[in-house]
């Protein structure tokens, strides 16, 4: 038990450290007299740091055993909030918010890899439907904790008490997290750079090209993208355990478990940046209001997780993930079709069907990424399924900043109906493992 509590506090304050960033960034701005649009870096620098380093620590996982990774990023969050909490500057906090995020890639690269460890394969479904019911239960609760900590001390604490949280957990995890037999692949750092390159640069030019950019600054970094991927390709060709894990994509169970997670948190990320301009902008709530109702989504996530988890010992992932991706997308369907002046129980309502779907795809869809990857290969299958959630996310804020520069107030109906798409998207990737036979 107090392996999985290890585990499950390092995600959980990994997931609630970008909750409540977000959430400080005015009275961070105030604080160090930065203009609003550069305080944004220091969500950004969380950002990129995970996404670039997922792939190289999970491979450094495979390399050396999960547990040593998870525990070694765990250590340097811990240290990094300590030196949030105490950067002087808004340029000394983007550069630990960026080392932060580089401790998170640690820990999210191999928790699912640990989980696997501790649970027998008949109960690994119940293994990450405690790790989704805790990502979905800090995820909510991350914006109250930041106005309550904000309400009675400055914003340096949001970071300061991940510091004891973070030496408990490393409390916990020291003498109970499993050992692994290391595997003899090798750790090339060049490909560790294409991989940073590769993906950091895909995020960049999402975001550029959704908020319009001026086009040297989309065609620079995606076509830094294009020439890293293919160096990353070529540099990791015949390696037994490739970072970028393209043995396992060739998997076809594997391959439609990734696009059924891309399609959802894409999805996810489509609700999340554009219901509270939504919200306020278009039905005229106070924030307050917006904050309390979009809380809807995630208690019911996080409800919705630990029984979808139980479900997938004994039911396919695909049918289960298939039904919850079909619920998600009437639900985002219906947020879209919402009439002008709707009551608040009609929106909690839609809402807590949103949660239901996203909540009975997550648990199966994890489930199934890890049971369909070897065990050697399992923090390599752990840091895709990071990486899927991240860039799905990503891809889903920059398609909302997309429909508000072509449609203006109405662009965040646009985004719940293209919400609806992805999730029906997800659906029917999720359907077809059904009719896929395991390699």
């Known amino acids: 038990m107090l392996a999985l509590a290890a585990i499950l506090m390092g995600v959980g304050l990994g997931t609630l450290d970008t909750a409540i960033a977000n959430t400080a960034l005015p009275a961070i701005a105030h604080d160090l007299n930065a203009p609003p649009a550069a305080s944004i870096w220091v969500v950004n620098a969380y950002q990129l740091a995970t996404v670039a380093l997922l792939l190289p620590f999970a491979a450094l996982g495979d390399r050396i055993g999960p547990r040593r990774v998870f525990m070694g990023g765990l250590a340097f969050f811990t240290l990094a909030s ?29 928790n699912i890899a640990l989980i696997r460890l501790l649970y027998p394969a008949s109960r690994l479904g119940r ?58 692949h090798g750790f090339d750092p060049l490909t560790a750079v ?116 139980r479900l997938s010992d004994r039911h396919p992932p695909g049918l289960l993930g298939g039904i919850g991706l079909a619920v998600l997308s009437v639900g985002m369907l219906s947020l879209a079709l919402l009439p002008d002046q709707p009551g608040t129980l009609d929106l909690v309502l839609r809402l807590c069907v949103c949660g239901a779907g996203f909540g009975f795809f997550q648990s199966p869809n994890l489930r199934a990424l890890m049971s369909s990857a070897p065990p050697e290969r399992a923090s390599g299958a752990s840091g895709m399924i990071a990486l899927a959630r991240l860039t799905g996310q990503a891809s889903g804020a920059a398609g909302v900043a997309l429909c508000f520069a072509l449609g203006g107030t109405q662009g965040a109906k646009t985004a719940l109906a293209l919400g609806c798409g992805t999730a029906a998207l997800g659906a029917a990737a999720s359907t077809a493992r059904l009719f896929t036979r395991q390699r």
């Not at 401790?103 to 690269?109: E, F, L, N, P």
């Not at 950019?213 to 993208?225: D, M, N, Q, R």
Request: hydrophobic share 60%; glycine share 8%.
């Open 82 to 110: 300590l030196a949030c909490a105490l950067a002087p500057t808004l340029t000394l906090l983007a550069l630990a918010r960026g080392l932060q995020g580089m401790g998170a890639a640690a820990i999210m690269s191999v």
């Open 194 to 309: 294409f991989t940073a390159l590769t993906f950091s640069t895909l995020i960049g030019a999402l975001g550029a090209a959704a908020q319009q950019e001026p086009w040297p600054l989309v065609a620079i970094p995606a076509s830094v993208t294009v020439v890293a991927g293919a160096l990353l390709l070529w540099r990791q060709a015949g390696h037994p355990a490739p970072m970028l894990p393209v043995d396992l994509l060739r998997r076809p169970l594997f391959a439609l478990s990734v696009l059924t997670a891309l399609s959802a948190f894409a999805t996810q990320g489509l609700a999340f940046v554009s219901l509270p301009f939504f919200l306020e902008q278009v039905l005229h709530r106070n924030p307050v209001d917006t904050g309390f109702l979009m809380s809807a989504w995630p208690v019911v996530v996080a409800a919705a997780a630990p029984i979808a988890g």
């Open 127 to 184: 293994g990450v439907g405690m790790n989704a019911l805790v990502v979905g239960v800090f995820f909510a609760v991350g914006p109250t904790v930041a106005s309550l900590v904000l309400s009675v001390a400055d914003w340096p604490w949001l970071f300061a008490i991940n510091v004891p949280l973070g030496l408990l957990a490393l409390g916990f995890g020291w003498h109970t997290l499993p050992h692994s037999t290391p595997r003899d």
